[in-house]
């Protein structure tokens, strides 16, 4: 599954709520802990690998 | 012309015409005064109206061709300077300006026409709150519709690289100067829209004079603006000039470099953000980590887990008690069994053939079957006898019926 920037801290945001709310078992938490991990660092090199792209509006409109 | 002589009335007004038209002076006139009786003829575009001062007033019309260029509507009670000639019209004999140029007396032409529109889009609804479009949080794609060749682009595009290099800016170049700009530039907003190829858009421009700017006053583009799906963000001129662009559009900046940076977050920011989580993530599993641990310490100090021998010795005492019990129940039972096997025994033998045998009675059967009737038997059959001691053959000599 392959997750843009906005979606990967949608999810993230979701997972600490989650694991704040401390209902579910540590077997869970642990789950939920290492996809929050991995999705931080996975955030984290988004920001970091990220360089600006400049399109013209008249190649948009050429390529549909 | 013979004035001495009689003429007729078009050859009076006719000569005061010419009379009027030949004066250098009233060729080229700047007349200051206040419109009245303003009346614009809606079919044929001309404007007739009354310039008059505290005394005096005089006919005026501006013709369709110049009227077009004003930037503002005229009014009346509006102090104008008129730019024109004087001439006669000869069918009423009646002199007027034929104004080619209008401006607003006192405040500027574009500052009269500004307010105008102003007042005129915001009764439309055009600049509405509630009809504000807000920002996208992570736009993905940024439109800006600048100059191509103006700082005002270079300092979107730095701000943008710089803050938030996961987008990517789809440019649209267009003039930002003179007549036609404000066409262009609302072109170039419904293609936004048309294409779909921008989740926010920023209309650009450094600063400039009032008239630099003032295309960006056009109603064309500020109802392209106000019909657009995609939030645009108006950053044209500087912090002190103000556009009919920027009452329109979804959200005002003072500069281009301030539209860039309200359109997009700044990455700084999102790492911070994403070490909070990160730091929220590690804070909650250490706390259930934490809890787990006490559950288990707790469970520890209970009876079970600190001394698990006495749990043990119970256990083999109950097992002990119940083996106990369950063996003595087997053996009342047992003894039960026993005592009616033993009555019934004593029973059978009581009622056993051979005990009555002891007491003289004899069993006699004739081929194997008991005779229990002398009506089985015949003279010279052969029967054998059983005692208790033996048994004996014998044969029947005489049969005698029932012992009467």
């Known amino acids: 599954m392959k997750m843009n920037y906005e979606e990967s801290v949608k999810r993230l945001e979701e997972i600490v709520s989650k694991l704040e709310e401390g209902n579910l078992s540590l077997e869970d938490s642990l789950k939920l802990y290492e996809e929050g991990a991995l999705l931080s660092d996975k955030c984290r090199k988004m920001l970091s690998e990220a360089k600006l792209k400049i399109t013209n509006i008249n190649e948009v409109a050429e390529n549909g | ?404």
């Not at chain 2, 083999?316 to 087997?330: E, F, M, W």
Request: proline letters at 3%; aromatic letters at 8%; a neutral charge.
């Open chain 2, 1 to 404: 012309m013979n004035l001495h002589s009689i003429i007729s009335v078009s050859q009076l007004n006719m000569y005061v015409r010419s009379l009027l038209e030949g004066d250098e002076n009233l060729n080229n006139v700047f007349v200051s005064g206040e419109i009245s009786n303003f009346s614009p003829n809606a079919r044929s575009g001309h404007l007739y109206m009354t310039l008059k001062d505290g005394n005096c007033s005089v006919k005026a019309v501006m013709f369709a061709g110049n009227a077009s260029k004003i930037k503002f509507r005229l009014e009346n009670g509006m102090s104008v300077i008129a730019r024109g000639r004087i001439s006669l019209y000869e069918r009423d004999g009646a002199y007027q300006l034929y104004i080619d140029d209008i401006q607003p007396d006192g405040i500027g032409a574009l500052a009269i026409a500004f307010e105008q529109l102003k007042e005129r889009l915001s009764k439309d609804g055009l600049f509405d709150p509630e009809r504000k479009k807000s920002i996208p949080l992570f736009p993905k794609k940024v439109g800006v519709i600048s100059s191509p060749n103006g700082a005002a682009v270079q300092d979107v595009v730095n701000i943008i690289s710089r803050r938030f290099p996961l987008s990517e800016i789809i440019f649209a170049g267009v003039p930002v100067q003179g007549d036609g700009t404000g066409e262009i530039i609302a072109h170039a907003v419904s293609d936004f829209n048309y294409l779909k190829c921008a989740d926010v858009i920023i209309i650009a421009r450094g600063g400039g004079s009032a008239e630099d700017l003032w295309e960006f006053n056009s109603e064309t583009l500020a109802r392209a603006i106000y019909n657009s799906e995609i939030p645009i963000i108006s950053g044209v001129g500087h912090e002190t000039d103000f556009t009919i662009c920027d009452f329109v559009s979804d959200l005002r900046a003072p500069t281009p470099s301030a539209a860039a940076e309200l359109a997009v977050p700044d990455i700084n920011e999102l790492a911070s953000y994403i070490n909070l989580l990160n730091g929220k993530i590690n804070k909650a599993i250490n706390s259930k980590i934490l809890i787990e641990e006490m559950r288990l310490d707790n469970l520890s100090a209970s009876g079970f887990l600190r001394k698990p021998g006495d749990f043990l010795n119970d256990c083999d005492k109950r097992i002990l008690d119940l083996r106990k019990s369950l063996n003595s129940v087997v053996r009342a039972i047992y003894e039960s069994k026993y005592n009616r096997a033993f009555v019934l025994l004593s029973k059978l033998d009581a009622l056993s053939p051979l005990k009555i045998l002891s007491r003289g009675y004899s069993v006699v059967k004739l081929n194997e079957s008991v005779v229990s009737s002398v009506s089985q038997l015949n003279v010279n059959d052969i029967i054998k006898l059983r005692f208790t001691d033996g048994k004996v053959e014998a044969t029947v000599t005489k049969i005698t019926d029932k012992v009467k």
